[in-house]
C-alpha cells in the first residue's frame, strides 16, 4: 500500500454529539511511500485512520519536526493538505508525518 498509518495510542473519544457516532482524536505516524499512490491530496481516506469521517487535522508534521504540513478536511471526510499553487491542495512527499485527528466512527 502506498500510503499506511501506525497509531501511537489508543484513539481517544470525547463526545457524542446528536445524529453521529462518538469524537475521536487519532495520534500516529502517516507514511508516504510513493508519491504517485496514494499521497495526493484530498485520497487520504478516514478509514485509514478507522474513521467513518475526519472532522478536523489538529497537526500534520513532518517527523524529523523540520516542516508544520498546512492540512485541512475535503467536505467528504478526506484529507487535505496545502501549500499548493494557485491555491490548489498539494499532494504530500514521500515521507513519515507525525498526524492528530480529530473525527468520528
Known amino acids: 500500500m502506498a500510503v499506511s498509518f501506525a497509531?501511537?495510542?489508543?484513539?481517544?473519544p470525547l463526545a457524542q454529539p446528536n445524529g453521529?457516532?462518538?469524537?475521536?482524536?487519532?495520534?500516529?505516524t502517516l507514511t508516504v511511500a510513493t508519491a504517485a499512490e496514494g499521497g495526493a491530496a484530498?485520497?487520504?481516506?478516514?478509514?485509514l485512520f478507522r474513521l467513518n469521517r475526519i472532522v478536523g487535522v489538529l497537526?500534520?508534521?513532518s517527523s524529523d519536526n523540520d516542516k508544520v504540513i498546512p492540512a485541512g478536511?475535503?467536505?467528504?471526510?478526506?484529507?487535505?493538505?496545502?501549500?499548493?499553487?494557485a491555491n490548489a491542495a498539494a499532494d504530500l512527499?514521500?515521507?513519515?508525518?507525525?498526524?492528530?485527528?480529530l473525527g468520528t466512527y
Open 93 to 101: 512527499a514521500i515521507g513519515a508525518y507525525k498526524v492528530k485527528l
Open 73 to 85: 478536511v475535503a467536505s467528504d471526510g478526506s484529507l487535505l493538505t496545502g501549500g499548493g499553487t
Open 59 to 61: 497537526s500534520l508534521v
Open 20 to 28: 453521529v457516532g462518538s469524537l475521536l482524536v487519532v495520534e500516529g
Open 42 to 47: 484530498g485520497e487520504i481516506p478516514a478509514s
Open 7 to 12: 497509531f501511537d495510542s489508543d484513539q481517544i
